[in-house]
């Protein structure tokens, strides 16, 4: 079993920062193959944000290109967001997996982008 513990949500203005972490815990931390961050808007399917491998792999929805940044550190990741606008608010959920899918999910953190 997999235990992600997340951190670093919280309101600020468009245009402002926010730096998530995520430290994974348990058993089964070995198997992971990938770490990464979804979010999920009022109304809208939880869409995936970003993702780094076990290999250093990085992957970005298009929206946050040139925003974003995903980073690893051993069993913790961490997502510096940076330019936020009001669409970027939405509840970030940190994930493990150990092949393609996600197996583990965080239990969620607010980001609010508003003025």
């Known amino acids: 079993q997999v235990q992600l513990s997340e951190s670093g949500g919280g309101s600020v203005q468009p245009g402002g920062s926010l730096r998530l972490s995520c430290a994974a815990s348990g058993s089964s931390i070995f198997s992971i193959y990938a770490l990464g961050w979804y979010r999920q808007a009022p109304g809208n399917q939880r869409e995936l944000v970003a993702t780094?491998?076990?290999?250093?792999t990085i992957e970005y929805a298009d929206s946050v290109k040139g925003r974003f940044t995903i980073s690893r550190d051993n069993v913790k990741v961490y997502l510096q967001m940076n330019s936020l606008k009001p669409e970027d608010t939405a509840v970030y959920y940190c994930?493990?997996?150990?092949?393609?899918?996600?197996?583990?999910w965080g239990q969620g953190t607010q980001v609010t982008v508003s003025s």
């Open positions: 994930y493990a997996a150990k092949t393609g899918l996600p197996s583990s």
């Open positions: 780094i491998t076990l290999g250093g």
